[in-house]
């Protein structure tokens, strides 16, 4: 198996066995990078596909200062918040931008929940895929990418509020669906 520097200096050679390294050694890390923003395997297969692309594409410009791994990923988010914002183009969201009283309460909401010890992994990514475009956007990259609001309002062209807003009902959300399976799986 080749090592990252023998991947990346093979690909800016264009040599096709870099390419295929490349692939078979990242491409499922990278598709559970791209499901989180997706709301299907299909999707998220599709954002891979574009993501290698671009990866293939400006591979000469990793200057290996960080980790490799981190840069393919962030090729993948990139790539999934861009076809999302192509989609929003598309289609208009219902985002009550005036919900200061929402924004105010997640301000205040200092819960938090350990999702893992509740949850096996793989319910709360279907989870995850059932959240609203907006909402698994903005939490995927507040809590999963550890972005701020402020950047994630420049990433996506919502305002702050809104992205505090998306956050706080994703959190809702999954909250009420986790309280649901733990009230079913009580009652069996």
Same mark, same amino acid.
């Given at each position: ?20 390294a490349l692939y078979k050694k ?12 997706t709301k299907s395997r299909m999707? $998220? ?19 290996? +200062? ?18 999302? #914002? ?18 105010? #309460? ?5 819960? $938090? ?8 992994? $793989? ?32 990433e996506l062209n919502i305002s ?9 009902? $994703?959190?809702?959300?999954? +909250? ?13």
């Amino acid at each position: 198996m080749l090592s990252d520097d023998q991947i990346i200096e093979g690909c800016k050679k264009g040599k096709r066995h870099a390419y295929s390294a490349l692939y078979k050694k990242y491409a499922a890390v990278l598709l559970a990078v791209c499901y989180r923003y997706t709301k299907s395997r299909m999707e $998220a297969e599709d954002v891979l596909q574009e993501g290698f692309v671009k990866v293939f594409q400006k591979i000469g410009s990793f200057e290996s +200062r960080g980790s490799f791994e981190g840069w393919l990923k962030r090729v993948m988010v990139n790539t999934a918040i861009n076809q999302y #914002k192509a989609k929003q183009r598309q289609k208009t969201l219902d985002i009550d931008l005036n919900s200061k009283e929402i924004v105010q #309460k997640h301000e205040n909401d200092n819960e $938090a929940i350990e999702l893992e010890e509740i949850i096996p992994q $793989a319910e709360l990514m279907k989870l995850l895929q059932q959240l609203p475009d907006g909402y698994r956007m903005v939490f995927n990259m507040y809590a999963i990418e550890g972005l701020q609001h402020n950047e994630i309002s420049e990433e996506l062209n919502i305002s702050v509020s809104t992205s505090k807003t998306q956050l706080f009902k $994703a959190r809702r959300w999954l +909250r009420q669906k986790i309280e649901e399976r733990q009230q079913k799986l009580v009652h069996l």
